[in-house]
């Protein structure tokens, strides 16, 4: 099966993202695919490359770029959520040299989630 994910949960503060990550991780190997992880609402916190959790909790940010990576997953943010948050890229912060978006995420707009909906087989929101 092809899913898409759809993560609304912050990246600390609530047991929901780590969640999604385990249902992310159970899904690929039990042989499904995953087409498209999209964070939207807090969810786009995850993208933030300046949250630096302790030394002694699990790394959910670098948890989803080695999973990225592995995967070959695209970790898109919703775009207008990411901006209310103060998450930006090169041609959405106020100064180039302002940028805070984590390596492997991607700011991207509704048409693109749209599009990955539309080949899905399964959409999970978490």
Request: glycine share 8%; hydrophobic share 45%.
């Amino acid at each position: 099966m092809r899913y898409v994910l759809c993560i609304k949960q912050p990246i600390y503060g609530a047991q929901g993202g780590y969640l999604a990550y385990q249902v992310a991780q159970a899904l690929v190997e039990q042989g499904h695919q995953i087409s498209q992880i999209f964070f939207f609402q807090q969810g786009v916190t995850i993208g933030n490359e300046f949250v630096y959790p302790a030394n002694d909790e699990f790394h959910l940010q670098a948890a989803w770029q080695d999973f990225s990576r592995q995967y070959h997953v695209p970790l898109h943010l919703c775009i207008a959520a990411a901006q209310r948050r103060g998450v930006v890229d090169t041609q959405t912060a106020p100064k180039a040299s302002q940028t805070n978006l984590a390596t492997h995420f991607v700011l991207a707009g509704l048409g693109e989630f749209n599009q990955a909906l539309l080949e899905a087989d399964r959409v999970l929101t978490l």
